[in-house]
């Protein structure tokens, strides 16, 4: 258990849905990432977020859409998918932008179909 | 491209044995270089991290090195447990054209039989 808590842990969706990934922390960290996992590649930032305001956006498409309501929640909504964004999404939350510890969730393993 | 990478994609070694695990890095201006642990079905967690000024650092059982001037960063692990069966990542933290945010390489799997 570390904290940070990822709803749902797995989704199937088609590439006409709309749907939302959920992320939770009750760490008081300042900091909420999400990243993207496909098997045999590196972890790929999405967005960082930073006292509720985005700092980065890493050039993801706009069928990604973060929302931070909150310093404790993220949210990243889907619509319009391709199959190639099927992958594990992980969301993180740090102290501050910078830290090097991070605390992850254990991810939505997406599939688009 | 990436600027962080590792060497070899997957590590077999058997129980007691000690483990090492290599990355190579590019971006010289980075901060800290950090080693996570990522185990089956869930995500990565954190191990231990060296500022960019060291060259060795040690925790239980871990021990990571720093060789600047070759780019090198590597993960130790001692008396390798059927536990320590994971993947590997080196990442570094760094403000580049970006922002600030950990960028991870791509990951080595260790398997440790008993």
């Known amino acids: 258990e570390t904290g940070v808590t990822q709803t749902p842990r797995h989704l199937v969706m088609g590439m006409t849905n709309k749907k939302s990934l959920k992320c939770e922390q009750h760490?008081?960290?300042?900091?909420m990432y999400w990243y993207k996992q496909s098997a045999k590649k590196p972890l790929e930032l999405m967005f960082v977020?930073?006292?509720?305001?985005?700092?980065e956006n890493n050039s993801v498409p706009s069928r990604f859409s973060p929302e931070c309501p909150n310093s404790s929640h993220l949210f990243l909504h889907l619509h319009t998918l391709q199959p190639e964004d099927s992958a594990l999404y992980l969301c993180?939350?740090?102290?501050?932008?910078?830290?090097?510890?991070?605390?992850f969730g254990q991810g939505t393993r997406l599939t688009v179909v | 491209g990436e600027s962080v990478g590792l060497h070899l994609p997957t590590l077999s070694v058997q129980e007691g044995d000690n483990s090492i695990i290599n990355c190579a890095y590019s971006?010289?201006?980075?901060?800290?270089f950090i080693w996570y642990k990522q185990e089956s079905g869930k995500g990565p967690q954190f191990i231990i991290d060296?500022?960019?000024?060291?060259d060795k650092r040690q925790g239980q059982r871990v021990t990571v090195l720093l060789n600047k001037t070759v780019k090198h960063l590597s993960l130790q692990i001692a008396a390798t447990q059927p536990g320590d069966s994971a993947v590997y990542f080196c990442?570094?933290?760094?403000?580049?054209?970006?922002?600030?945010?950990?960028?991870f390489g791509k990951g080595t799997t260790l398997s440790v039989s008993s």
């Open positions: 977020y930073s006292l509720e305001e985005r700092v």
């Open positions: 971006n010289s201006a980075s901060d800290y």
């Open positions: 060296i500022r960019s000024n060291m």
């Open positions: 993180a939350s740090s102290q501050d932008v910078g830290s090097t510890e991070a605390f």
């Open positions: 760490l008081g960290h300042n900091a």
């Open positions: 990442a570094e933290n760094a403000i580049n054209q970006a922002g600030t945010a950990l960028i």
